[in-house]
Structures are given as structure tokens and as C-alpha cells.
């Protein structure tokens, strides 16, 4: 089980967003590679990175801040917004993204995702923000007309390596993880899934790691880490016990 902290980057910034809307900003931290070191150093093993701008843009619009964070941490790190074509996706692997993450053009061009997971194994995942239990695009601007677990099962036996599952309505408002509705995902799929949009507590970490979260890959944290909410210590020994438990 992972617990994956988070950097949003909005004009170069480490920036939450509230329900993903753009104008309901924090700013964070406006040293991007700072931040990413403050993380490794608290002891967290995988970066989750999402450029804001370029997921509304349709290309990578923070590429500056994302390179200077992949020079100041070992850790692996994950990256989503803004890529949509298999060139934007195999010039991040190449810089040392370790994993990139597909959210609109799952939605768009499903054919793209399996592409890419077919010829980068274990690389590729999916990002799934949902809205009232359908998937939003264009960075949450828009709504489709199909569920999570609709898109979710077409990437069966495609070789993505997880799925990232946003409650856009929980997301930056501190109310919890959408557990059940996460949780009744990963019971439906194959593919690991990844916990994401409002973890508010040490209660989120418990439950992460209870019995009925076990198909979880983990979970990710924004800004209950930032403020202060979730202890980094607090969260990382939680986990460690669990692994030495299991």
C-alpha cells in the first residue's frame, strides 16, 4: 500500500485546487523541486504530479517545474495532464517520468491508452475523475456520458498499470476519500486502483489499510498534507506496520 503526496502545478506553482476549479486556488509552495525534496525527505516513496494548466491545455504547459523535480528526488514519480498522443507520453518516460497518466484521451481515444500500455508496460495509467459517478475530461471542464467502471473495464487485460479514481466532488474540500465508491471499483476490476480526491485524516490512512480496502494499490494526498491534517510520521509508520504484518 502506497501513499502517493501530491503536487498540482498551476503557472509553475504547487497549487490545491477546491472541486477542480481553476479560480478556487492555494497556493502552496512556489518551488515545485523544494516541495518534491520536503516529500522525499518525510520518507514517501512515489511523487504523484499533475500539470493543472496542461490538462486544460491539451499538452504539457509546466514541463519546466516538472524536470526540475525529476533532477531533485530519486523517488519515483507519476505525471498526468495534458497527455494525449504517444510522443508527449514516450518524451516524459524518456526524461524519467516513471509512470504517466491518461485521463481525457481514455475517454477520447481508448485505442491511444492501449497503445501505449501495450508498448510500455507498467508505465501507463489511467486517470478517472468522476462527477456524480461519470467521468469528467478537458481538466474536469466537461462530463461524459460514461461511468468509471464503463472506461475502467475497457483497459481490461490492456496492461495499464493502475487506476487512478478521483471524486471530483471530495477533491480539495478535506471530507474523506469516496471509499465506497473507490472500493466497489477495485472490487469490479482487475486493474490495481489508486484512491484519490479528499483525504482529510489519519481515519483515511486506517481505513487504506483495513480488510476491505486490500485490492487498493493505495491512496494519494494533497492537501491534508500541506495544512498539516495528516501527520507525514503519523501516516508513514501506520504503513510500514501494516507491510511488516502482512
Known sequence: MILFPAIDLKNGECVRLQQGDMARVTVFN????????????QGFEYLHVVDLDGAFA?????????????????????????IRDLATLETWLSKGIARVIIGTAAVRDPAFVK?????HPGRV?????????NVAVEGWAETSQV??????????DAGVAAIIFTDIARDGLLKGINWDATIALADSISI???ASGGLASIEDI?????PRAEKLEGAIAGRALY???VDPAEALALINAARAAA
Open 30 to 41: 512556489t518551488d515545485p523541486p523544494a516541495q518534491a525534496r520536503a516529500f522525499e525527505q
Open 58 to 82: 491539451g499538452k504539457p504547459m509546466n514541463a519546466q517545474a516538472v524536470e526540475g523535480m525529476l533532477k531533485s528526488v530519486k523517488m519515483p514519480v507519476q505525471l498526468g495532464g495534458g
Open 115 to 119: 497503445e501505449a500500455a501495450k508498448k
Open 125 to 133: 495509467a489511467v486517470g478517472l475523475d468522476a462527477r456524480d459517478g
Open 147 to 156: 461511468t468509471a467502471l464503463e472506461i475502467a473495464q475497457r483497459f481490461e
Open 192 to 194: 490495481p486502483v489508486i
Open 206 to 210: 486506517h481505513v487504506m489499510l483495513s
Open 227 to 229: 495544512d498539516g491534517r
